[in-house]
């Protein structure tokens, strides 16, 4: 990178713009007398005027942050300067432009976003304020920290100031910015921008609902988001059960289990529908579930089971979908027709464990689908729902037994429960559970050899399982 002297100072532009010299020269101009305090000045346009300034050692004077930023602004305005100075007296000076033009591009941004945001989730599943509370219960500072190293010199954690290499381009400096206050972030490189609900969505790669739901989790807000009575397709099989086996005698009964009977007797079409076989009969069935569930007195159970009872053969399957679909829901998470389009793998996360999901990756790139590793979730509460979910939509899970490590066999546990496929796989003959010994497991050494073993194996379990890739002819 050129740069050059102007009056003692060296001026170095990033993109080497004559422009951005110039814009230099016209600030040692400004700050005047005290440019003689400062070695040298870094600019990048790029990042939207990002300037770094630094003070010769033992020339500091509390003047100069006043000076550099009045004369940085009078060149046009500036997203942020570096001051790097000794003895604890670096800064940074925060984006300063006339009418405060990057703010209001930030805000106008912001609110497209939550505009969008509200069409898209306005359907029944955001209570009042739900997103503010969300927003203040998790600092977005905790969860950007998740996938970067904060850069402590730039960055002031007491005001909630953060800065790091950005996690949405490749970069060697530090042009991401967090301000936690705002719970906004910006990066002066790529210009990625958001919150907290943008930087989940777009860094684990979901839809909006599902990094609220996410989010929620780790909030512990996600109770507000599940549905409080039975979902809808439990009516539609009641509907169905009823219209196929009830006379008038079981309506009358249901009114008296369910205390409806002068709904029942009332309507002016429920039963005269039924007695005379009319088109609009389930219609009317249909009409009284959904005014017993919406009621929320208890009847719509006292009816469900009254069912079971009644009609034992025909709605086993609807109470088992009830039942069954409330145990599936583990630690907030709630589980959802799977889309069995990934192969799970749960394995201890230890560095020596690298080259062995590297085979597993391999074995799975035999098949049509894609290995996922629940990798590391276990350090952070906040992603237990991570692993819930790559589980719920596994085709196959892959369990690692080696050393009994109890995370992986709660998630085998999980897998197991939700009548997941699962090949434990293992290093040590000893790890795998007397009862799960009947399972057929695979065994593996942890070298050259054994890793290229075990990858063979697994791909034609894999492949028996999913079938073959299509790019493998
Ligand atoms: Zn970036």
């Avoid at 790029?46 to 000076?67: E, F, H, Q, T």
């Avoid at 002016?268 to 249909?286: E, I």
């Avoid at 010994?437 to 290229?452: A, C, F, P, V, W």
């Amino acid at each position: 990178m050129p740069s050059e002297f102007y009056k003692g100072v060296e001026l170095t532009s990033r993109h080497e713009l004559a422009h951005e010299i110039s814009k230099m020269r016209q600030i040692v101009d400004g700050i005047g007398v005290l440019s003689s305090c400062i070695e040298s000045i870094w600019c990048d346009s790029k990042a939207g005027a990002s300037y770094s300034v630094a003070v010769k050692p033992g020339k500091w004077r509390d003047a100069l942050p006043d000076a550099i930023a009045a004369s940085t602004y009078a060149t046009g305005g500036y997203n942020a300067i570096y001051i790097e100075a000794e003895d604890d007296r670096s800064r940074i000076l925060d984006a300063d432009w006339p009418g405060d033009a990057m703010e209001m591009e930030l805000l106008d941004a912001a609110e497209v976003v939550e505009a969008e945001r509200v069409s898209q989730l306005q359907k029944g599943l955001l209570p009042n304020g739900f997103l503010d509370r969300l927003r203040a219960a998790i600092p977005l500072s905790e969860v950007v920290g998740r996938w970067v190293k904060w850069d402590a010199r730039k960055s002031n954690f007491s005001k909630g100031d953060y800065w790091a290499a950005c996690p949405f381009h490749d970069e060697t400096t530090t042009s991401f910015h967090v301000d936690d206050q705002k719970g906004f972030y910006y990066c002066f490189g790529c210009h990625a921008k958001g919150d907290i609900i943008t930087f989940v969505k777009d860094k684990q790669n979901l839809s909006m609902i599902q990094a609220v739901r996410r989010l929620a989790f780790a909030a512990g807000l996600d109770h507000e988001l599940l549905p409080a009575t039975p979902a809808p397709p439990t009516i539609l099989q009641l509907k169905e059960v009823i219209v196929e086996n009830f006379t008038k005698e079981h309506f009358l009964e249901v009114g008296i289990v369910t205390g409806w009977t002068n709904y029942i007797r009332s309507h002016d079409r429920l039963l005269r529908s039924l007695s005379w076989n009319d088109p609009d009969y389930a219609g009317n069935v249909l009409e009284m579930l959904a005014a017993m569930e919406a009621r929320g007195d208890g009847s719509f159970a006292k009816l469900q089971e009254y069912i079971a009872t009644t009609f034992s053969e025909q709605a086993h399957v609807v109470t088992q979908t009830a039942v069954f679909s409330a145990a599936k829901s583990v630690l907030g998470y709630q589980y959802t027709t799977p889309r069995n389009d990934i192969i799970g793998v749960m394995m201890p996360f230890q560095p020596s464990f690298g080259p062995v999901y590297d085979a597993i990756r391999e074995a799975c790139g035999d098949t049509p689908l894609p290995a996922k590793r629940a990798d590391e979730v276990w350090t952070h509460s906040t992603v237990i729902s991570d692993i819930l979910e790559l589980i719920n939509h596994s085709a196959v899970v892959i369990c690692d037994l080696t050393g009994r490590n109890e995370n992986v066999f709660y998630e085998l546990g999980i897998a197991h429960a939700w009548g997941k496929t699962v090949i434990p796989i293992t290093q040590n003959a000893a790890d795998v559970p007397f009862d799960l010994r009947h399972h057929r497991y695979l065994s593996y050494l942890n070298n050259g050899e054994g890793l290229k073993a075990m990858r063979r194996e697994l791909g034609k379990r894999l492949t028996g399982l999913l079938g073959h890739s299509p790019d493998e002819f």
